[in-house]
């Protein structure tokens, strides 16, 4: 079965980055779309960004543009993504998501949880 | 950006009939999709593409989308429907282009 795998909590100090994994299986990583979503705490989902695994192209918010790096690693069937410059308001559940076609997630990783706090 | 609303929250008995709307221009123009978050799991997907239904989601989880305004209908509401919703949609030229709706609290009183 389908199943999206992500690391662990991570607590980080500002302006330190983190990197958080998301590792697929039961489908090819190659044949869909990855998102990454987050959720800080009592507040609405909030889209980051994706990647085609299939070919590397990315998209990101431009929110968080300069900051987040979105990656895959076809060979270990996992995405990663990476944010810089963290501050407190970084603190949140981060999310990835398969996208089923026509921006549609249909499996979602467990969450991360990535407190930021000095 | 473009922007969707929904009520904070809905209350309703259970057997009753639940319905949570998603407000944004001319909604009816895009793709609705609709996910069910209970506290400290991920979302879940529950109604795509306006009405059609993953498979393993019940019958009694419907959708629809005209206008203004895409609803979130939960016929015959049971305890374990209690959760937030959340709405999404690709809106290509705004930015972010995958936008969620703020959720709505369903209890189940």
């Known amino acids: 079965q389908v199943q999206l795998v992500q690391s662990g909590a991570e607590v980080k100090k500002p302006g330190a980055s983190v990197k958080v994994s998301c590792k697929a299986s039961?489908?090819?990583?190659?044949?869909?779309?990855i998102h990454w979503v987050r959720q800080a705490p009592g507040q609405r989902l909030e889209w980051m960004g994706w990647?085609?695994?299939?070919?590397?192209?990315?998209k990101y918010s431009q929110k968080f543009q300069g900051r987040v790096t979105i990656t895959s690693d076809t060979s270990a069937s996992t995405a990663n993504m990476e944010l810089s410059s963290l501050r407190s308001e970084d603190t949140a559940v981060y999310y990835c998501?398969?996208?089923?076609?026509?921006?549609?997630?249909?499996?979602w990783g467990q969450g991360t949880l990535v407190t930021v706090s000095s | 950006s473009y922007v969707l609303t929904q009520p904070p929250s809905v209350s309703v008995a259970p057997g009753q009939t639940a319905r949570i709307t998603c407000g944004g221009n001319?909604?009816?123009?895009?793709?609705v999709h609709w996910y069910q978050q209970k506290p400290g799991l991920a979302p879940v997907l529950v109604v795509y593409d306006d009405s059609d239904r993953p498979s393993g989601i019940p019958e009694r989880f419907s959708g629809s989308n005209s206008g203004n305004t895409a609803t979130l209908t939960i016929s015959r509401v049971e305890a374990g429907d209690e959760a937030d919703y959340y709405c999404?949609?690709?809106?290509?030229?705004?930015?972010?282009?995958?936008?969620f709706g703020g959720g709505t609290k369903l209890t189940v009183l």
């Open positions: 998501a398969r996208d089923q076609g026509e921006l549609v997630f249909d499996y």
């Open positions: 999404q949609v690709w809106h290509s030229s705004s930015d972010p282009p995958v936008v």
């Open positions: 039961g489908y090819s990583l190659t044949s869909y779309g």
């Open positions: 990647i085609n695994a299939g070919n590397g192209n990315t």
């Open positions: 001319n909604i009816g123009s895009k793709s």
